[in-house]
Nanobody, 113 residues
């Protein structure tokens, strides 16, 4: 499993930085992604980063979220700025496309208005 961490409660406009530690083999071989599941919704991808560092974002997080990876630490990050109440969700990391066995518990992000 890939364990995400760094979530919490923040006011609208605030920031959080999520982390996800993966094994060296996963972090070096796969496109990695951050996903989220908002209350009552299906899990969705919000940001991906390829093996050569090319990042892509869903429209509603563009300009606010930044995905990055540190190969030396086998870690993928999601810097989230200017958070909105609609960003409230459980956030997960996984490969893209996701591998079922890699879903972890996720980390809760709650944005208050």
């Amino acid at each position: 499993q890939l364990q995400a961490s760094g979530g919490g409660l923040v006011q609208a406009g605030g920031s959080l930085n999520l982390s996800c530690v993966a094994s060296r083999s996963v972090n070096s071989r796969y496109t990695m992604a951050w996903y989220r599941q908002r209350p009552g919704n299906e899990r969705e991808s919000v940001a991906t980063i390829s093996g050569n560092g090319v990042a892509e974002y869903e429209d509603d997080v563009k300009g606010r979220f930044t995905i990055s990876r540190d190969r030396a630490k086998n870690t993928v990050y999601l810097q989230m700025n200017n958070l909105k109440p609609e960003d409230t969700a459980v956030y997960y990391c996984n490969t893209r496309p996701p591998l079922p066995s890699y879903w972890g518990q996720g980390t809760q992000v709650t944005v208050s208005s």
